[in-house]
Every structure is written in structure tokens, then in C-alpha cells.
């Protein structure tokens, strides 16, 4: 009884090797599993290529949004320094 109540209540998470982690395919036994960061499984090298290009695609779109933050952080720096150029003369 108590296994029939926490399986109806608890959602319980697929091991990483049962799935493909892009299409959900599920994975047979005797099938090729491709492999990307260690802990994704993917049912083919068509899936596993499509996972890749998608992280490429996210990492590249990062890198530019940071560069573009530290370029308007750098301008914004810049445009608040007050510089004060002179002689003071004190009698």
C-alpha cells in the first residue's frame, strides 16, 4: 500500500540512461547510447549533435550579452568620472 501512495504523490525521475535527454526516446538494451558532458544520453548522433549546437548557440549568445554589459558598464563608468583640470590659486 505504502509504495502504491508515494508512487501516486511523488513523481520519480528517470535514470539518465532510460531516455534520450532530446526527443525522450526511450533507450533500448543492445542500442548505441551517444554520450555529451558525461551525464546525457542521447538514442542517436543526429540528437546528440542538435544538443550540442543548441548549448554552442546558448554559450555564444552569453558571451556576447557579457561583453555587451561590461562595454555599456565601461561607457557608464567613464561618462560619471568627473575630471577637473586647473590651477588653484589660494592667497
Request: aromatic share 10%.
Amino acid at each position: 500500500m505504502a509504495s502504491n501512495y508515494s508512487s501516486f504523490f511523488c513523481y520519480e525521475e528517470q535514470h539518465f540512461l532510460e531516455s534520450c535527454s532530446l526527443c525522450r526516446k526511450s533507450l533500448g538494451l543492445n542500442s548505441d547510447i551517444f554520450m555529451y558532458r558525461g551525464d546525457k544520453a542521447f538514442c542517436s548522433k543526429e540528437c546528440r549533435e542538435e544538443q550540442i549546437e543548441s548549448d554552442e548557440a546558448k554559450e555564444r549568445s552569453f558571451r556576447i550579452s557579457s561583453r555587451s554589459l561590461r562595454k555599456k558598464t565601461t561607457e557608464a563608468a567613464k561618462e560619471s568620472t568627473t575630471v577637473r583640470t586647473g590651477t588653484l590659486v589660494v592667497a
